[in-house]
């Protein structure tokens, strides 16, 4: 399964922190190889408490080196959506596991926070071949090649 875009992450996720309208206390990594395969969904843990600062190793250390490239977190709970991209303390603990994460070779490329009512990201929303931040990922919107719609400004040119 090829990852095309920032709702596919947060639709993978959902399940395991929303379930039967009941968010659980979860933080869920996605991890995706070179390729924008899906590696793999793993909880890390069932008792997220709105800080992303006691996870990190715990994210991590469960990304394999060897096949994961691309990871994103999601989460139960959002941020108040007046802080967005500014100074709530889990936007800026999640720059600070990006910047981590780097340094190991993973490059973070979604955070969602989920509640009963929907989701919130601090990353794409749709397809990554959209946004400029991503440009060095690989182009997964070959099907638009042949679209009388569109076209991926990045890809298809």
């Known amino acids: 399964m090829i990852i095309q875009a920032g709702f596919d992450l947060q639709i993978l996720a959902r399940p395991l922190i929303v379930q039967q309208g009941r968010v659980l206390p979860r933080l869920v990594v996605i991890g995706l190889d070179a390729e924008m395969q899906l ?14 600062k006691p996870h990190h190793d715990a994210i991590l250390d469960g990304l394999d080196p060897e096949w994961t490239k691309y990871f994103a977190i999601a989460h139960a709970g959002i941020w108040t959506e007046h802080n967005y991209h500014c100074d709530d303390p889990i936007l800026l603990e999640a720059a600070e596991l ?3 994460a780097a340094h ?5 490329i979604g955070h969602f926070g989920q509640d009963e009512t929907g989701y919130m990201s601090a ?35």
Do not use: I
């Open 98 to 100: 990006e910047t981590v």
């Open 123 to 157: 990353g794409a929303h749709s397809y990554f071949d959209q946004y400029p931040r991503h440009v060095e990922l690989p182009c997964t919107m070959t099907h638009w090649v042949n679209s009388k719609v569109s076209t991926c400004w990045r890809c298809c040119v």
């Open 39 to 52: 590696d793999g969904v793993e909880v890390v843990s069932d008792e997220f408490a709105g800080s992303l």
């Open 104 to 108: 190991r070779g993973f490059h973070m």
